[in-house]
């Protein structure tokens, strides 16, 4: 699978970073949890499992150009975008590496 914007999945927060997982599934279900651990090398265990699903919300992934300035220099800077229901507004700049953006198929 690709990487196609807008983009359907789900997003959970990981230290000071957001997560933005892209996928075709639906539902939060213990598979899901455990295939997202997978791909992230992260512990798989019941607690792990628990607290991804805890935390994990479904949203969508959108690139939008935001206007920024740097020295008196203004120029348009694509930033992630996630927002879902109740939320919106996450993300941060396509450049730095406070946004993880991973393909599950």
């Known amino acids: 699978m690709e990487l196609k914007l807008p983009a359907k999945g789900f997003t959970f ?12 599934r639906k539902n ?20 792990t499992i628990r607290e991804l699903l805890y935390y994990m919300q479904p949203a969508e992934l959108e690139i939008k150009q935001v206007k920024s300035s740097m020295l008196g220099e203004e120029f348009m800077r694509p930033m992630w ?19 993880w953006v991973f393909v599950l198929e």
């Open 81 to 99: 975008e996630i927002h879902g229901k109740g939320f919106g507004g996450r993300g941060g700049w396509v450049d730095d590496d406070s946004t």
């Open 28 to 47: 939060k279900t213990e598979n899901l949890a455990r295939k997202i651990l997978r791909r992230l090398m992260m512990p798989e265990n019941p607690d």
């Open 13 to 24: 927060p990981v230290g000071k970073r957001d997560v933005f997982i892209i996928t075709e």
